[in-house]
């Protein structure tokens, strides 16, 4: 059984293509740069790069066809009765998919009323579906949600304390976002445990430069730090995180910026690029031994984390793991460190040397004497979306 996974951006696509009787990545690549003067193209294969070229793709239906042709030229596919199906990221589900779903005319639909809630994902993430329908009317297609695996929040949770109306007509409330990934981490974190999914809780932190921390109860998430959109929570690369709602009105009203201004301020200048200037951790690792705007950006984004680990560790009442995954997560030991430091409050106790070792897709890094597992998980978001596609079809 072979499965696509398709990741469309509204000037990218990006995929991963999968045997799922062993779960390896067969070959992966992207386009990029969609509708630009030069689209830039890459195929790889088992990880060694085999295509990388540069040409004009007019839209995400000739991305698809170009993605098929560098499957054929490679020889990875000989043709499309090969796959099983198309497995596809879709950002936002919504309330109403709570899991996978098989894609037909309606889901379609649905995904496309859902547009007001995710203007940047939705409508790309519906051009990939399209692109395949047009590609074969016979290939199955499955839409996986970053917003389903939240779905089991409970009510005081994702809702906001506002006008009731504007949650029961306008649907304003806390969806939550990487919800793939955290489902994989859950998963490979029971395992982990020699636990079955439905009695582990968890914290997951998903740190890259988009950052969320999900608190898992007995395999289902019941909270999380994103909200009604992927700003709310913490400090990430170019996203504020949690902030003063008022603060909005003041920069409207007192500094004079419209609200797309602020808009672009909030999501794409602020965060860690917004305290000094860069939101490559690497480079602000590095930099903050000697330079205290970045030494305070680092303080900013650890303390954020922390303060979240410690609400999560109320909601859940009993935590079996903290876990460590995104591009951050797992591969900044510096920031493990400052996030678990002081931690024993809670039980948490961190092993430096073990730390320090090199990710395996995973490691476990806690002192003997740590009442809460800590756990670094390489996490598979494009795997994830894969194993559900195949649930569907079994």
């Known amino acids: 059984m072979r499965i696509l996974v398709l990741n469309s951006g509204s000037s990218s696509l ?10 390896q990545c067969l070959c992966s690549g992207m386009i990029e740069k969609i509708a630009e003067e030069e689209s830039l193209v890459s195929l790889n294969i088992q990880e060694e790069k085999k295509i990388d070229k540069t040409l004009f793709i007019k839209d995400h239906h000739e991305a698809l066809d170009t993605i098929f042709d560098m499957l054929f030229e490679a020889g990875v596919l000989v043709s499309l009765d090969e796959l099983s199906a198309v497995g596809h990221r879709v950002v936002h589900g919504g309330e109403f998919y709570s899991k996978a779903q098989i894609l037909d005319e309606h889901v379609v639909e649905t995904l496309k009323t859902l547009i007001p809630l995710a203007p940047l994902h939705n409508p790309a993430n519906i051009s990939g579906i ?5 590609k074969s009317s016979f290939l199955k297609q499955v839409a996986v949600f970053d917003t389903a695996f939240h779905q089991s929040m409970p009510a005081k949770a994702y809702t906001y304390a506002l006008p009731l109306s504007m949650y029961t ?12 990934s955290h489902a994989y981490i859950l998963k490979e974190s029971a395992k982990l445990l020699e636990k ?6 968890i914290i997951s932190l998903h740190l890259g430069n988009g950052a969320s921390v999900c608190a898992i109860k007995e395999g289902k998430s019941v909270d999380t730090s994103m909200g009604f959109t992927p700003l709310e929570g913490l400090v990430m690369g170019t996203r504020s995180g949690d902030i003063d709602p008022a603060i909005i009105f003041y920069l409207h009203e007192q500094k004079g910026h419209s609200l797309k ?3 672009k301020i909030l999501n794409k200048s602020s965060g860690l690029l917004g305290l000094c200037g860069e939101n490559d951790m690497r480079l602000i690792l590095d930099k903050a031994k000697e330079n205290n705007q970045y030494a305070l950006a680092l303080d900013i984004f650890v303390y954020r984390i922390k303060k979240y680990i410690g609400a999560y560790c109320l909601v859940l009442e009993k935590v079996d793991a903290i876990v ?7 591969h900044s030991a510096l920031v493990r460190e400052k996030v678990c430091s002081n931690l024993e409050i809670i039980g948490v106790g961190l092993d430096k040397i073990k730390n320090s070792a090199k990710l395996n897709k995973s490691l476990e890094i806690q ?19 894969a194993l559900q596609t195949k649930e569907l079809l079994i």
Not at 14 to 23: A, D, Q, R, S, V
């Open 196 to 201: 079955e999914t439905s009695k582990t809780n």
């Open 14 to 23: 990006k995929f991963k293509l999968f045997n799922m009787h062993t779960h």
């Open 261 to 263: 201004e602020i808009d």
């Open 169 to 180: 007509e306008d649907k304003i409330r806390r969806y939550g976002f990487h919800g793939t």
């Open 130 to 134: 399209e692109a395949v329908s047009q």
């Open 367 to 385: 002192r003997n004497d740590s009442k809460i597992k800590l756990y670094v998980i390489e996490t598979n978001e494009e795997l994830e979306i």
């Open 324 to 330: 460590f995954t995104g591009g951050i997560g797992e």
